[in-house]
């Protein structure tokens, strides 16, 4: 019998015990619908290997790690090439997440994986919203041709949740048409107490790493310059922390691009962020 220890691969400071958690992590390399730049499927694994570089304890939460409660269940395993098979396995096993009363938190992969996490939980809350992070609307009814794009995905979620429950913040890049929906439903947010119409309400919180600026953040699918700082960032998240959030999501993180391993670290820490506001 070998005595190790041995390294952990799993995030740090999880629970190694699911059933004794309260908050699920899975691992969601996808990026099957990727329109410019592909390799937010490898994500998970390196964001979890840098997770070892954080500190457990966040002084602006005044919060450890171990106080989250969440445990990392590990990547989820795609069929290469079938987007639809791809978003039911993800469907089924946030299904389950909800069924053993626990919330999910996703680490992408591409923003497509933020919808079947939307259908599983619609299935438990008839009334949530969705806070949305972002540089790009994703607000397109399709995408060349293809309506199971990262390019439509809000859309498609606000369909599930309605649009009067969508909050969407640091959005700088889109269509006419997508900044006349965010206009006519008042979703685009450029204050915290735009949130809090949402307060009352469970919400779902899903983060694109684009909405940080490229100068932050180059390892990403599509950089948009004239995004948020870090600080910008995890200011609103520490506004979130009062609010009654039923699940997230951290997505589009491209490790490759980066060689340095900065945006895997900034990502690292959105995620702890993240975690601390649940």
Same mark, same amino acid.
């Given at each position: 019998?070998?005595?190790?220890?041995?390294?952990?691969?799993?995030?740090?400071?999880?629970?190694?015990?699911?059933?004794?958690?309260?908050?699920?992590?899975?691992?969601?390399?996808?990026?099957? *619908?990727?329109?410019?730049?592909?390799?937010?499927?490898?994500?998970?694994?390196?964001?979890?290997?840098?997770?070892?570089?954080?500190?457990?304890?966040?002084?602006?939460?005044?919060?450890?790690?171990?106080?989250?409660n969440?445990?990392?269940?590990g990547?989820?395993?795609?069929?290469?090439? #079938?987007? /639809?098979?791809?978003l039911?396995?993800?469907?089924?096993?946030?299904?389950?997440?909800?069924?053993?009363?626990?919330?999910?938190? =996703?680490? =992408?992969?591409?923003?497509?994986?933020?919808?079947?996490?939307?259908?599983?939980?619609?299935e438990?809350? #008839?009334d949530?919203?969705?806070?949305?992070?972002?540089?790009?609307?994703?607000?397109?009814?399709?995408?060349?041709?293809?309506?199971?794009?990262?390019?439509?995905?809000?859309?498609?979620?606000?369909?599930?949740v309605?649009?009067?429950?969508?909050?969407?913040?640091?959005?700088?890049?889109?269509?006419?048409e997508?900044?006349?929906?965010?206009?006519?439903?008042?979703?685009?947010?450029?204050?915290?107490?735009?949130?809090?119409?949402?307060? #009352?309400?469970?919400?779902?919180? *899903?983060?694109?790493?684009?909405?940080?600026?490229?100068?932050?953040?180059?390892?990403?699918?599509t950089?948009?310059? =004239?995004?948020? *700082?870090?600080?910008?960032?995890?200011?609103?998240?520490?506004?979130? /922390?009062?609010?009654?959030?039923? =699940?997230?999501?951290v997505?589009?993180?491209?490790?490759?691009?980066?060689?340095?391993?900065?945006? *895997?670290?900034?990502?690292?820490?959105?995620?702890?962020?993240?975690?601390?506001a649940?």
């Amino acid at each position: 019998m070998l005595k190790g220890p041995f390294l952990d691969r799993n995030w740090m400071g999880q629970n190694p015990e699911y059933e004794k958690s309260d908050i699920v992590m899975i691992g969601l390399p996808f990026d099957g *619908t990727v329109s410019y730049r592909p390799g937010s499927r490898f994500a998970p694994e390196q964001i979890r290997l840098a997770s070892w570089g954080l500190e457990e304890y966040s002084d602006v939460f005044k919060r450890e790690l171990e106080d989250v409660n969440f445990h990392d269940a590990g990547d989820l395993e795609f069929p290469l090439g #079938n987007t /639809k098979k791809s978003l039911e396995i993800i469907k089924e096993n946030v299904r389950q997440i909800y069924s053993d009363g626990k919330r999910v938190f =996703g680490i =992408g992969g591409e923003h497509l994986v933020t919808l079947p996490e939307i259908q599983a939980i619609s299935e438990f809350y #008839n009334d949530f919203g969705i806070i949305h992070f972002d540089a790009h609307t994703d607000l397109r009814e399709e995408y060349l041709g293809e309506k199971l794009s990262h390019a439509a995905v809000i859309r498609h979620c606000s369909k599930i949740v309605g649009a009067s429950n969508l909050k969407q913040i640091g959005i700088r890049s889109g269509m006419r048409e997508e900044f006349d929906f965010m206009r006519e439903n008042n979703t685009l947010c450029e204050k915290y107490c735009d949130l809090d119409d949402l307060k #009352n309400k469970k919400v779902f919180v *899903t983060i694109d790493l684009d909405v940080l600026d490229p100068a932050l953040m180059p390892g990403t699918g599509t950089p948009e310059a =004239g995004g948020m *700082t870090f600080k910008e960032l995890e200011g609103w998240l520490y506004y979130l /922390k009062d609010f009654d959030i039923i =699940g997230a999501d951290v997505v589009e993180l491209a490790p490759d691009y980066d060689a340095s391993g900065s945006s *895997t670290a900034v990502a690292t820490k959105v995620i702890r962020d993240m975690l601390m506001a649940m």
